[in-house]
């Protein structure tokens, strides 16, 4: 399985962006989805979460009400929309896949892309 993601870039504080993952696998529509960010010498972050429907979400508080996850089954892509960007969402955005329940923890997805990365310049 491999996954993609693409629409980093570098943006103002304020700005909005979408990030994508497109996924290789032809039974995407039976894996949860996930994204996480990780900053140099931190560990990665859990950012939000969705199940192979699209019917349910988790989300991390800290981007709660700013970020949303989104799917297209039949394009075999998770989306992430991010708004009110500040310098502390500053990350190399990673999409992961499972066969699952929705998980905030990283070590329970299986699948992993080679993240892209958003700067957000104050």
């Known amino acids: 399985v491999q996954l993609q993601a693409s629409g980093g870039g570098l943006v103002q504080a304020g700005d909005s962006l979408r990030v994508s993952c497109v996924v290789s696998?032809?039974?995407?529509?039976?894996?949860?989805m996930g994204w996480f960010r990780q900053t140099p010498g931190l560990e990665r972050e859990f950012v939000a979460a969705?199940?192979?429907?699209?019917?349910?979400?988790l989300y991390a508080d800290s981007v709660k009400g700013r970020f949303t996850i989104s799917r297209d089954n039949a394009k075999r892509a998770v989306y992430l929309q991010v708004n009110s960007l500040t310098s502390g969402d500053t990350a190399v955005y990673f999409c992961a896949a499972r066969v699952g329940f929705l998980s905030t923890r990283a070590l329970d997805y299986t699948y992993w892309g080679r993240g892209t990365l958003v700067t957000v310049s104050s």
């Open positions: 696998e032809s039974t995407f529509n039976i894996l949860t």
């Open positions: 969705i199940t192979p429907s699209g019917g349910s979400t």
